[in-house]
Nanobody, 127 residues
Framework: QLQLVESGGGLVQPGGSLRVSCAAA????????IGWFRQAPGKEREGVSC????????TNSEAVEGRFTITRDRAANVVTLQMDDLKPDDTAVYYC????????????????????WGQGTQVTVSS
């Protein structure tokens, strides 16, 4: 059973950067679509970035396009979300998730497509 563990959240000032990581155990991420999602208090969970198994396809939401980058360290079996130029509206609990497919050629930012979830890590952007 694939298990995902997020780390790297914290407090950062507006305009700053933060990197959150998702470590996988019990399986290789080579065969999964990986997505990053976030949920702020009182709001629905929303997709921010996803990556195809090969890494050729990545998708960002409009809210984070140009500021967030999803990458994978294959040897370490870790997927990372680099977040730059952070804004107070980016404050949320961030979750990684894995979709075993079948891969359709695109990666989805819809939470219901994903079967495996981490426990989340808090990111707070505030001065």
């Amino acid at each position: 059973q694939l298990q995902l563990v997020e780390s790297g959240g914290g407090l950062v000032q507006p305009g700053g950067s933060l990197r959150v990581s998702c470590a996988a155990a019990g399986g290789t991420l080579d065969y999964y679509v990986i997505g990053w999602f976030r949920q702020a208090p009182g709001k629905e969970r929303e997709g921010v970035s996803c990556r195809s198994p090969s890494g050729i396809i990545t998708t960002n939401s409009e809210a984070v396009e140009g500021r967030f980058t999803i990458t994978r360290d294959r040897a370490a079996n870790v997927v990372t979300l680099q977040m730059d130029d952070l804004k107070p509206d980016d404050t949320a609990v961030y979750y990684c998730a894995a979709d075993p497919g079948p891969f359709t050629g695109l990666c989805s930012l819809v939470p219901g497509r994903y079967d495996h979830w981490g426990q989340g890590t808090q990111v707070t952007v505030s001065s």
